[in-house]
T-cell receptor
Framework: GENVEQHPSTLSVQEGDSAVIKCTYSDSASNYFPWYKQELGKRPQLIIDIRSNVGEKKDQRIAVTLNKTAKHFSLHITETQPEDSAVYFCAASGSGYALNFGKGTSLLVTP | GAGVSQSPSNKVTEKGKDVELRCDPISGHTALYWYRQSLGQGLEFLIYFQGNSAPDKSGLPSDRFSAERTGGSVSTLTIQRTQQEDSAVYLC???WGQGLEETQYFGPGTRLLVL
């Protein structure tokens, strides 16, 4: 089945710096890649997604890039703010009905 | 409108007891997913419903786990003869339609602790 690896597991940046989280996947049939943000004690929420026919997508301070040849995709957060502190999960669609999630990256933005 | 709700929010049970976890999806969402989130882990897929049918049960860890959905709405996840390794947060999510590209909206989860 699909295997999604996510790195790093923890990331600490200073406010205003950029943060990058990377994921790799194994199933070449994967064609949908969402990113979810989970603040402490809250439910995961979709923040951005990308489909395989697109190489990059941007929404204000967040962007996602996809390299289908290398089977990896990344989340970029620019001008980080303390409220960006959360756990971020990448996911990839598989051949079945389920999204396959990475193990998450705990991002801490220090003022 | 109302989001996905789950009950109970917390459940403490003794090893060997059965538990039922409930999920109320967003009205009109035909797809419903159950996930398990253990400490420091990602979201582990358990089961997917489309309407009242479960075309994908591949993530259920053992035959102690079962789920049903009635009226194309409420779903119940049942864990029989609970074990300590069942302790985790159980999350439910729902989405429109059948495709994985539909945004999944998560509930707040049920935190299960098996003593």
């Amino acid at each position: 089945g699909e295997n999604v690896e996510q790195h790093p597991s923890t990331l600490s940046v200073q406010e205003g710096d950029s943060a990058v989280i990377k994921c790799t996947y194994s199933d070449s049939a994967s064609n949908y890649f969402p990113w979810y943000k989970q603040e402490l004690g809250k439910r995961p929420q979709l923040i951005i997604d990308i489909r395989s026919n697109v190489g990059e997508k941007k929404d204000q301070r967040i962007a996602v890039t996809l390299n289908k040849t290398a089977k990896h995709f990344s989340l970029h957060i620019t001008e980080t703010q303390p409220e960006d502190s959360a756990v971020y999960f990448c996911a990839a669609s598989g051949s079945g009905y389920a999204l396959n999630f990475g193990k998450g990256t705990s991002l801490l933005v220090t003022p | 409108g109302a989001g996905v709700s789950q009950s109970p929010s917390n459940k403490v049970t003794e090893k060997g007891k059965d538990v039922e976890l409930r999920c109320d999806p967003i009205s009109g969402h035909t797809a419903l997913y159950w996930y398990r989130q253990s400490l420091g882990q990602g979201l582990e897929f358990l089961i997917y419903f489309q309407g009242n049918s479960a075309p994908d049960k591949s993530g259920l860890p053992s035959d102690r786990f079962s789920a049903e959905r009635t009226g194309g709405s409420v779903s119940t996840l049942t864990i029989q003869r609970t074990q300590q390794e069942d302790s985790a947060v159980y999350l439910c999510a729902s989405s429109w339609g059948q495709g994985l590209e539909e945004t999944q909206y998560f509930g707040p989860g049920t935190r299960l602790l098996v003593l």
